[in-house]
């Protein structure tokens, strides 16, 4: 699999930069979490970062997990394969989402989402 050794580091490198991240946000929720004496108006505002740091959280957790498939694909030799339809996905696409699963067809069918 040596045609996609420099996705495959590039990947590790996202990855590893996406858990630094999620460990940033995590050890921000614990700091936000632990009681502090607060006005109601800043309770409020914490509640609201609260939701902001799940939204992070979350969306770092799914983009974690796409590259980690997206690693697994590289090194069993599925990569660039679309999940839905088996067609090939275009060199274009891996360039902008080397961790997409689905080729451009399959993704603007599926939703608004890359
Ligand atoms: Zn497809």
């Not at 630094?20 to 995590?26: A, C, E, F, K, V």
């Not at 700091?31 to 914490?46: N, V």
């Not at 067609?87 to 080729?103: D, F, G, M, N, W």
Request: charged letters at 25%; a negative charge.
């Amino acid at each position: 699999m040596k045609e996609y050794d420099e996705t495959r580091s590039v990947l590790v490198t996202m990855l590893e930069e996406l858990n630094n991240r999620l460990d940033t946000i995590i050890h921000d929720v614990r700091h936000e979490q632990t009681p502090l004496e607060k006005d109601f108006a800043e309770q409020a505002t914490q509640n609201e970062n609260n939701e902001v740091i799940d939204y992070l959280g979350n969306s770092a957790r799914t983009e974690i997990s796409q590259i980690k498939q997206a690693i697994a694909n590289i090194d069993s030799g599925r990569y660039g394969i679309c999940e839905a339809c088996a067609e090939p996905i275009s060199k274009e696409r891996l360039a902008v989402v080397p961790y997409t699963s689905q080729c451009i067809k399959c993704a603007s069918q599926a939703g608004p989402k890359h």
